[in-house]
């Protein structure tokens, strides 16, 4: 379901009009040899201001380049997904809810696990795709069906980068391939299409890392935000941070001067992987998309009875997790739900009628 009631679109245009300044002028085009081994970006060398948008109800900063609103990277978002508006996920007691529900950082999924999708007929080295296509169904129950005419879809086309929208937004989304862009960096941009962010921004990723702000390029210190942060929901598909993740950034990401920017907490690096879905991948994926992985369906049996599965098992939540429920993100604690406000310390909420209320 498309939910698209976000849409300031003038004022977003006035926003990110005053961006086009002449930074990307004097840029030499960027050859297109570069290896995006450490990290994806949409346009590689470039930058641009750098503005806080609201996505999914809350504020992140996003990069304006070549008209394009960048985020963490290799993310895009249309401009028609944001507003500099403000939005509420919570209301006061008393308050009556609006009409305008925004899209939550967990929606957005592929109807079906069917993902469809089309190739530019001048993209090179289109294997990489069927590559990254066939590892995808390998270990996943998401299926990749070529489009014929289907309204939403990827299309995977060349670009000065590697780069892809965030789940499915509507319509026809590019996922744009660099020629340097590989298998790897093609299995992690079908990642964001159907919905995964980069594991270094989960909420709890000050528990497993630490952010070296002062190795980091000037100006992209905002890549390194957490999605609470930033704005975003932090509900998590696994339980922790996966180093071995494909979404996660290397130890080098957007160095300045070759330092590392993410270490370990205990100050080590590591090596980020781009070969394929990380055990912890696959898991947050199976959640996202359960079913029965392509190739792996089990030869027919004699059916055996089972028990039959309760229509409306209640959902049980566990004391320190956090949980997305109705587009917010909030901590289970002493079986009561809280929500972390922007800048803000804890407060505690309570769902009524699919509406969030502080208590
Ligand atoms: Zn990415």
């Not at 109800?57 to 963490?72: F, M, T």
């Not at 590559?131 to 990749?144: Q, R």
């Not at 975003?232 to 290397?250: A, C, K, P, Q, V």
Request: hydrophobic letters at 30%; a negative charge; charged letters at 20%.
């Amino acid at each position: 379901m498309k939910k698209r009631s976000l849409i300031f679109l003038l004022p977003a245009l006035v926003l990110f009009s005053c961006s086009d300044d002449p930074i990307n002028e004097n840029e030499t085009e960027t050859k297109s040899e570069i290896s995006f081994e450490n990290v994806e970006v949409a346009y590689p060398g470039k930058s641009g201001n750098v503005s806080d948008i609201y996505f999914a109800g809350k504020r992140l900063p996003v990069e304006n380049i070549d008209g394009n609103l960048v985020y963490q990277g290799d993310i895009i978002f249309s401009k028609d997904m944001v507003t500099d508006q403000e939005q509420k996920l919570v209301y006061d007691k008393g308050e009556t809810p609006s009409q305008q529900k925004s899209v939550g950082r967990t929606s957005s999924y592929w109807p079906d696990n069917i993902v469809y999708y089309a190739i530019d007929a001048t993209l090179p080295d289109q294997t990489r795709v069927s590559d990254a296509i066939a590892h995808w169904e390998s270990t996943t129950a998401v299926k990749f069906v070529q489009r014929s005419g289907e309204a939403n879809y990827i299309y995977f086309t060349p670009g000065g980068g590697c780069s892809s929208y965030i789940g499915m937004i509507g319509g026809r989304q590019n996922i744009t391939l660099a020629s340097g862009c590989s298998t790897g960096n093609t299995i992690h941009e079908i990642g964001h299409a159907v919905g995964l962010w980069h594991e270094q921004s989960r909420v709890d990723r000050d528990s497993y890392i630490t952010i070296n702000f002062q190795n980091i390029t000037s100006g992209a210190e905002h890549n390194f935000r957490t999605y609470e942060e930033s704005g975003y929901d932090g509900s998590e598909f696994t339980s922790t941070l996966d180093f071995g993740s494909i979404m996660m950034y290397s130890s080098y990401s957007f160095s300045a001067n070759g330092q590392p920017t993410i270490v370990k907490l205990d100050g080590s690096t590591y090596n980020a992987q781009r070969n394929g879905l990380s055990g912890g991948d696959v898991e947050g994926i199976f959640s996202m998309y359960p079913g029965e992985t392509a190739g792996t369906t089990p030869p027919p049996t004699e059916p055996t009875p089972t028990t039959p599965e309760p229509t409306n098992p209640e959902p049980t939540y566990i004391n320190g997790e956090y949980y997305t429920i109705a587009g917010l993100t909030v901590l289970r604690k002493k079986d009561s739900w809280f929500y972390k406000k922007d800048r803000g310390g804890w407060q505690e909420v309570v769902l009524i009628d699919g509406s969030w209320y502080f208590v």
